[in-house]
């Protein structure tokens, strides 16, 4: 029973906490820094995982042996590096935090396609029908972000209009940035899912060697980095700490820790969950954890969102509902059917 609450404390606190911290980064002076996140997070998870994949019984410590091929790993870092990195510098292309936790769930759809195209899954007609949803919801929150959905939209004459006012390439180029990394992730969870059922579900290992093996691919980056960190020092503002007496840090580097741990916390939460739960409750769990995190991120920073906005998002949350529902529904059937066989 601890560790199931450790579990929804970890899960609410950390993911929520870490949407927080990384939007306060996202400020005029700091918003270049998302390739150095990206990479002190990948940094602190091997860290953290080192004492449990390393050998010390001998005079020099040595890797414990793999569980899973290590080529196995190789291909699961490339999709998981381009998921992590795509994901974190989209916000540079005018892309909202509700923008992007919108698009996180309409990424259901695309896991649903890897799945079936590359692991041969069947999915119910109630699990189709819910990607109907999603997907009409998405693309009403990203039309319509900004302003209401009014009646003269359909008339040619605004639609004329609209045709003559210039486009927004780089938002337009952040959704294809998010689609990208929306589709490598759901990728990755295909071919881990092949993975588990062929090697077993060794998740902690994969997480390690997916994070450890990861990080010598920022070496093809490291001016950016260098850069970036160079920013971040830069940055002049403070903020008060009161541990006794008020202590003025660094703005920025505080909230950069803060991400960092409130990030492994999140992944910690999610998998401990995932071990004690069953499918349904982890992902109503999660999907509440991401419409927490919209409105903290609408109400705490001010990110504007039409009421046409929250009526698409309205449509994702429920499409990834009906989704969960759908999945769940088999599986309890299949139980029922093998308890009266024996």
Same mark, same amino acid.
């Given at each position: 029973m601890w560790n199931l609450l450790k579990a929804f404390f970890l899960v609410f606190g950390g993911c929520c906490s870490n949407v927080i911290t990384f939007e306060a980064l996202m400020d005029n002076r700091t918003s270049s820094i998302n390739?150095?996140?990206?990479?002190?997070?990948?940094?602190?998870?091997? %860290?953290?995982?080192?004492? =449990?994949?390393?050998?010390?019984?001998?005079?020099?410590?040595?890797?414990?042996?793999?569980?899973?091929?290590?080529?196995?790993?190789?291909?699961?870092?490339?999709?998981?590096?381009?998921? =992590?990195?795509?994901?974190?510098?989209?916000?540079k292309y005018n892309i909202s935090i509700p923008i992007h936790i919108v698009f996180r769930c309409f990424g259901t759809v695309i896991t649903m396609f890897t799945c079936w195209l590359f692991n041969g899954r069947k999915y119910t007609r109630t699990q189709i029908s819910s990607t109907l949803f999603l997907t009409i919801g998405a693309i009403i929150a990203s039309l319509y972000k900004d302003s209401d959905f009014r009646y003269q939209d359909l008339t040619l004459e605004t639609l004329k209009i609209r045709n003559d006012q210039p486009v927004d390439s780089t938002f337009i180029f952040g959704?294809?940035?998010?689609?990208?990394?929306?589709?490598?992730?759901?990728?990755?969870?295909?071919?881990?899912?092949?993975?588990?059922?062929?090697?077993?579900?060794?998740?902690?290992e994969n997480i390690f060697y997916s994070h450890l093996l990861s990080l010598p691919l920022f070496l093809f980056n490291q001016k950016q980095l260098i850069y970036e960190y160079r920013v971040m020092r830069n940055s002049e503002?403070?903020? %008060?700490?009161?541990?006794?007496?008020?202590?003025?840090?660094?703005?920025?580097?505080?909230?950069?820790?803060?991400?960092?741990?409130?990030?492994?916390? %999140?992944?910690?939460?999610?998998?401990?969950?995932a071990s004690k739960t069953n499918a349904l409750t982890l992902s109503i769990t999660l999907l509440l954890r991401k419409f927490i995190s919209l409105l903290l991120s609408v109400q705490v920073f001010g990110n504007g969102l039409s009421y046409t906005g929250y009526f698409g998002v309205s449509l994702v949350f429920l499409g990834a509902l009906i989704y969960s529902l759908g999945s769940i529904r088999p599986r309890l059937r299949d139980k029922k059917a093998l308890g009266k066989g024996q």
């Open positions: 390739n150095l996140i990206t990479f002190c997070q990948f940094l602190f998870v091997t %860290c953290q995982g080192l004492p =449990s994949f390393i050998d010390f019984r001998r005079p020099f410590p040595y890797f414990k042996p793999l569980k899973t091929p290590l080529h196995v790993y190789i291909v699961s870092v490339f999709l998981f590096y381009i998921s =992590s990195t795509t994901n974190n510098n989209v916000f959704i294809c940035v998010l689609v990208l990394s929306s589709f490598t992730s759901s990728l990755l969870s295909a071919y881990n899912e092949r993975t588990y059922q062929k090697y077993g579900k060794h998740w902690k503002k403070k903020m %008060c700490l009161n541990v006794g007496r008020k202590v003025k840090v660094p703005q920025a580097e505080t909230f950069l820790f803060f991400n960092v741990l409130t990030q492994y916390f %999140c992944v910690k939460g999610v998998n401990i969950l």
